[in-house]
């Protein structure tokens, strides 16, 4: 229904070249050297085009979360392969990177606007410039009457659309999201991926996207990397080549989507299976 | 407002009844006013220690004023000490057995020894006050300090937060509603400290008088001391009480 007004899906645009993230042969073992190591990541290669939307998915503890980890610097173990966003190795406090929690970790004692513009004051973005940039993000998600408010006054979603516009304030190329709907009710949770699929349209970021929902990823990204149970591999990458901008809504219902559900879940279940 | 104008007019009937029932049980023998004064002689007493004769304005005076200097002496002392284990975990753990057990000391004990080393004069209440305040805020500090969420601090060294960042804009803050309920007890100890040590002995003071009218069988002055320390301890709570309304709005 919306095929006429959509724009190519990301994947298709040509690119500049240079891959904003890439991982060739990541291998991450927990407790190298100790008694027993742990393999979390065997192997694994990708590369994400500027402005591109990947979602990682896979059982848990198939080392989705651990890729995410390594690109953001948080995890100081040693990892074999390549590994770099933007040309560069990871390292913790990088100002290319905005990364988002589970957990919306709002700062209880902080206003929702002080909130959104968290991110922005430890990075020294000078007062009057992050205010106006938290305001303005905070309108864009929905919360522009909530500004004074304290998080015990907001939902879990309200919460989340504060998350989410104090990482989209940073101004970041590259968006980290770990799990970020994953603790909301179900019909909240597709009102945020619509949220985040109209911060995203105006704000083009490269995007990775872990998630165990399936229907989410396929519904956000333009690429699906698709990982086996332990030790994590990557089993397939499937490209989404549904029309941009779509509603998550509206998706539900479209035949396209279940058509993509179904071909991805039975991937899924043979990485769940490790049948390969 | 309807609901609270009935509760407290019930309050001040049973007030009223309670005090009518032991006057008229004193001034019938019923109950001997030696050993529980009646209604009537306590509040003599008050009217003469502060407006006729005003001889326990000064007792309160040091009482409070002790008090006071103990709560920030030790409460100050306390926070640091508290910050600075936070930002030396091995220094603390060298601590915390001493610690633990000067905590376990029934610090009142030390009264004695702190009359030897600072006189009858405002030093040793102070002391033996700052004794119990230091320790009741010092654990309140560390547990704060200690109850950071991770999840504040692994999103704060993403963006790239600084230590100093950290500890003041996540650490800190989330420290302050624990350190305040410290505070708070840390109030009514400093107190305690002093009308105990006031007690064994001093120049001044509400502890001193009481400990002298104990020792001349006043009864009606015992127990309008009784009162006037409760409310005391009373007035600590309200300001405190204020104090974190205004402080911790976000709670």
Known sequence: MNDATSIKPAAGRPSSGAPAIEARDLVMRFGAGGPSPVLAVDHVSFALAPGEFVSLIGPSGCGKTTILNLLTGLLHETHEGQLHVLGKPPREGNPDIAYMLARDSLLPWRTTLANAAYGMEIRGVPKQERETRARDLLKQVGLGDFADKYPKALSHGMRQRCALARTFALDSPVLLMDEPFGALDAQTKLTLEDVLMNLWSTHRKTVVFVTHDLAEAIALSDRVIVMSARPGRIVADVPIDLPRPRSVRKLQSDHRFHDLYAQLWGLLEQGATGDE | ?251
Request: charged residues 10%; glycine residues 8%; positive net charge.
């Open chain 2, 1 to 251: 407002m309807n609901k609270w104008l009935r509760l407290s007019l019930a309050h001040g009937a049973f007030i009223v009844a309670f005090i009518a029932v032991w006057e008229f049980a004193s001034a019938s023998k019923l109950l001997d006013p030696t050993f529980f004064g009646r209604p009537s002689g306590i509040a003599a007493f008050l009217w003469r220690g502060f407006v006729s004769e005003r001889t326990l304005w000064n007792d309160l005076f040091y009482t409070v004023l002790a008090a006071t200097i103990a709560f920030w002496a030790g409460s100050i002392a306390a926070v640091l000490v508290g910050l600075l284990f936070a930002m030396l975990p091995r220094l603390h753990k060298a601590c915390e057995p001493y610690l633990t057990l000067l905590n376990a000391m029934p610090r009142i004990a030390l009264a004695p020894l702190f009359l030897l080393w600072f006189g009858l004069g405002i030093g040793s209440k102070i002391a033996v006050a700052v004794s119990l305040t230091f320790f009741i805020v010092l654990s309140s500090t560390v547990a704060g300090i200690r109850g950071v969420n991770s999840d504040h601090l692994v999103l704060s060294r993403a963006l790239g937060a600084t230590p100093g960042q950290i500890f003041f804009k996540v650490t800190l803050p989330s420290a302050v509603p624990i350190i305040f309920s410290g505070l708070r007890l840390g109030l009514v100890y400093a107190l305690l400290g002093v009308v105990g040590a006031e007690l064994l002995a001093a120049e001044h003071g509400l502890g001193q008088v009481l400990a002298y009218l104990q020792s001349t069988f006043d009864m009606d002055g015992v127990m309008a001391l009784l009162f006037l320390l409760a409310m005391l301890g009373l007035s600590i709570t309200f300001i405190m009480n204020w104090l974190e309304r205004r402080l911790l709005v976000w709670q």
